[in-house]
């Protein structure tokens, strides 16, 4: 399993992860100018910045700007961050092109692993903002609003169980 997060050209800030309880299971603030992201929900899911991203102010403080080529930041595989059974995962953002992936948790590579996935389908040429969960047999996929280039966004994507 991997949470990989976010990858898109964008600015993120004050992203969470959360299981079956109400309490986030991870929160990332971006408030320190490192490469080592504390998890600010007391959980200890820290995540390690990975590529070419760089720091910038925030809709609320700190944000993490990603160059949309190899920068994402990385939560680990730890069983606290699996949300195969129903979670949420929220993310602001503040995209300057529609393109990559904004929040990527899976345990493969392929359609046909275990994923919940928040991204800008680029499939034959389009651009449009989609969610996605796989149980490792089926997947569901719904389209969302593209958010406006330059403006802070708030996303959620909740997986009940059953549906996305």
């Not at 990989?4 to 100018?33: C, H, K, N, T």
Request: with cysteine.
């Amino acid at each position: 399993m991997t949470c990989v997060w976010p990858m898109m050209a964008m600015l993120a800030i004050v992203g969470s992860v959360m299981a079956q309880e109400d309490d986030p299971v991870a929160l990332y603030r971006f408030e320190s100018e490192t490469a080592l992201q504390t998890d600010t929900s007391g959980n200890r899911h820290d995540g390690r910045v990975v590529g070419g991203a760089t720091w910038a102010s925030g809709e609320f403080g700190g944000a993490l700007k990603l160059n949309g080529e190899d920068a994402y930041l990385d939560c680990g595989a730890a069983e606290g961050l699996n949300i195969s059974a129903r979670g949420s995962v929220t993310v602001w953002c503040r995209p300057e092109a529609l393109q990559g992936g904004i929040v990527n948790w899976s345990t493969g590579g392929n359609w046909g692993d275990e994923r919940l996935v928040l991204a800008v389908n680029t499939w034959a040429g389009a651009q449009r903002m989609m969610g996605c969960i796989a149980n490792g047999r089926s997947f569901q996929q719904l389209a969302l609003d593209n958010p406006p280039p330059g403006e802070w966004t708030h996303f959620a994507i909740t997986f009940s169980g059953t549906e996305v």
